[in-house]
């Protein structure tokens, strides 16, 4: 199996260090990443100017650094191995999960991935920098990936969200109850007016869904779709509100 790991926290994350390692039980493994930081970029593209890469080694495994973003990375990945497999993002530094799924780079680059026709499947954890190692969730992303890569779920697309020491695994939905997302006002260092743009947490989560697993200590996995359309609005609306 050949699998392609990208990220969007750079390829020099620890994170993307720990996937690379766990995904080279499941076959043969190949780091293509942004050089720098790229979280919350979401699906962008650099349509309008050149990419290129530098070879770097991340522990065992060759890796390309890539001046572009995480969906870049995994078209260019794809452009220069003869067949990729599965495009495997992360391990985020942070979760994944709710709205956040909209701006997340991780989630975009396995997105892209399924924009090919490719298996993409996103995971992230809380940061590592606040809380430790990965140790204690690994024997759960081992289960995690035998079951998406060898056991052909129907979904092309997975977002897969991990407590640091999980207590099971369980598939869910995506919350979209709230949006998380609020303008913080502040002042830079020369008294002018600056905002930041920042996810508060929130208190109330639905049972069922990403954030509520989370909360659970549970491993989220959640199959996603590519096609956004509402069927329920569409049936509806195109016979009530039908254009003669
Ligand atoms: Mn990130």
Same mark, same amino acid.
């Given at each position: 199996m050949h699998i392609l790991i990208a990220n969007d926290d750079g390829v020099f994350s620890p994170g993307i260090a720990a996937l690379a390692k766990l995904a080279s039980e499941f076959g043969e493994v190949r780091i293509v990443a942004p050089d720098v930081e790229q979280s919350s970029i979401g699906q962008a593209i650099s349509p309008s100017r050149p990419l290129s890469y530098r070879r770097v080694r991340i522990g065992a495994f060759e890796a390309f650094r890539v001046n572009g973003t995480p969906s870049d990375c995994v078209a260019l990945g794809i452009h220069h191995w003869e067949r990729v497999d599965v495009v495997l993002s992360g391990i985020n530094q942070g979760l994944n999960v709710g709205n956040a799924c909209w701006h997340s780079g991780t989630l975009a680059a396995a997105k892209q991935a399924a924009l090919f026709g490719v298996r993409g499947i996103a995971l992230s954890a809380p940061s590592i920098e606040d809380h430790g190692d990965y140790e204690l969730l690994m024997p759960s992303a081992r289960r995690v990936l035998h079951t998406l890569l060898t056991q052909k779920p129907l979904a092309l697309l997975h977002n897969v969200n991990f407590p640091l020491d999980p207590k099971g695994i369980a598939w869910t939905k995506q919350s979209v109850r709230h949006y998380d997302g609020k303008i913080v006002p502040a002042q830079d260092p020369y008294g002018r007016k600056v905002f930041w743009f920042a996810a508060l947490p929130i208190e109330a989560v639905e049972p069922g869904t990403d954030r509520w697993a989370l909360t659970q200590d549970l491993v989220s996995i959640t199959p996603l779709? %590519?096609? %956004?359309? *509402?069927? *329920?609005? %569409? $049936?509806? *609306? $195109?016979?009530?509100?039908?254009? *003669?």
């Open positions: 779709r %590519l096609d %956004l359309t *509402d069927q *329920d609005c %569409l $049936s509806e *609306d $195109s016979k009530r509100l039908a254009f *003669d």
